[in-house]
Every structure is written in C-alpha cells, then in structure tokens.
C-alpha cells in the first residue's frame, strides 16, 4: 500500500463516482449483498466500474488480481477490522447498543468510510501507474460484474453462492444503476 504522503488523492474523481454511484437506489444495499455473501471488495468493485466509466475500458482478469493484491493488506489490516468492530457493536457485547455506544460505533463507521477512501485512492494510484489503453468497443457492464463477481467467488469457501438469485439480483441492481449514470454524461 503506498504512503499516503505518496500523493494519493483522496477526493478524486474517483471518489465521486464511487459516492454518487453508491448511493443511487438499490446500489448499497446490492453492494452490501455482495459482500456479505461474495465477500466481495465493494470498493474494488465500484472502482472497477469507475475505469470503465471514465477510461472506456473493462478491467481484465489479471488487472483485478493486480487491484486486489494493492490494497489486500489495508482491506486486512484496516477496512474489514474497523467493519467487523462496527458490526459487532450493534447487538454486543454489553453496554452496546445504548445511546453511548451507538456514538461510537457513528464514529468507527466514519472511520471505516475514511479507509475505504484511503483505499480506493490507491487504486486511482495504481491506475496511474499503469495506465490502460480505451477500448474499442463499448464495456459491457454485466459482463464485468459477471467477472468480479467469479473473481470474488473464487476467493471464498461458498463459491456456489456467486450463482443464486440473491447475487444475480445484486449484480442486476449494480448494472441498471450504472447505466443510468452513463447515460446522464
């Protein structure tokens, strides 16, 4: 993970998109599927879906590897702690779930957010490094998220999941809403 002190740029355009496009409807709550079934990287996959928004271009197999190895230490270490804390504290262990800890558990989220800002400018970092050259054809969405979604399959024990209807609905949700964003530009 590069030093933040390296240059990254954490209000990007990046960071917009990803904002703008988490919050159109349906989107976090598919995004939030897929990760708690697909263990899915939420950020990898809205940065994915930025490159192919802003560079015309569908990240390959190798290039979400590449991502994914990026930042796999900072999700570790930082991103999925921070959640698993946040999530822990909203029925336990006592005195949770009181107007005290529900304050904190406000500000670990910020927190959560605030790496996964961290983490997400790293990518657009990685993207400068190595630049990808636009694509002729036009990037078929569903076909991209077809490809995170075996890609974050394959990384956990119930990669049948990746298959249900649940995930298929999530991804479908996924693909109308940035649609939608691509045709107001």
Same mark, same amino acid.
């Given at each position: 993970?590069?030093?933040?002190?390296?240059?990254?740029?954490?209000?990007?355009?990046?960071?917009?998109?990803?904002?703008?496009?988490?919050?159109?409807?349906?989107?976090?709550?598919?995004?939030?599927?897929?990760?708690?079934?697909?263990?899915?990287?939420?950020?990898?996959?809205?940065?994915?879906?930025?490159?192919?928004?802003?560079?015309?271009?569908?990240?390959?197999?190798?290039?979400?590897?590449?991502?994914?190895? $990026?930042?796999?230490?900072?999700?570790?270490?930082?991103?999925?702690?921070?959640?698993?804390?946040?999530?822990?504290?909203?029925?336990?262990?006592?005195?949770?779930?009181?107007?005290? $800890?529900?304050?904190?558990?406000?500000?670990?989220?910020?927190?959560?957010?605030?790496?996964?800002?961290?983490?997400?400018?790293?990518?657009?970092?990685?993207?400068?490094?190595?630049?990808?050259?636009?694509?002729?054809?036009?990037?078929?969405?569903?076909?991209?998220?077809?490809?995170?979604?075996?890609?974050?399959?394959?990384?956990?024990?119930?990669?049948?999941?990746?298959?249900?209807?649940?995930?298929?609905?999530?991804?479908? $949700?996924?693909?109308?809403?940035?649609?939608?964003?691509?045709?107001?530009?």
């Amino acid at each position: 993970m590069p030093d933040p002190g390296d240059g990254l740029e954490l209000e990007g355009p990046h960071w917009a998109f990803a904002l703008d496009l988490y919050h159109r409807r349906g989107v976090a709550e598919a995004c939030l599927r897929l990760q708690d079934d697909l263990d899915a990287d939420v950020t990898l996959l809205l940065f994915a879906l930025y490159t192919a928004d802003q560079h015309h271009r569908a990240l390959r197999p190798a290039e979400i590897a590449a991502l994914d190895a $990026t930042v796999a230490p900072w999700r570790a270490e930082v991103v999925q702690p921070l959640r698993a804390l946040r999530r822990r504290m909203r029925n336990g262990p006592s005195p949770a779930a009181c107007a005290a $800890t529900e304050a904190l558990r406000d500000r670990i989220k910020a927190a959560e957010v605030g790496a996964e800002q961290i983490e997400l400018a790293a990518m657009a970092q990685w993207l400068q490094s190595n630049p990808l050259q636009a694509a002729s054809d036009p990037v078929d969405i569903a076909a991209l998220l077809d490809r995170l979604a075996a890609f974050f399959a394959a990384r956990t024990p119930s990669a049948s999941k990746a298959q249900s209807p649940a995930i298929a609905s999530a991804l479908q $949700t996924i693909a109308l809403a940035v649609a939608a964003a691509f045709q107001r530009r």
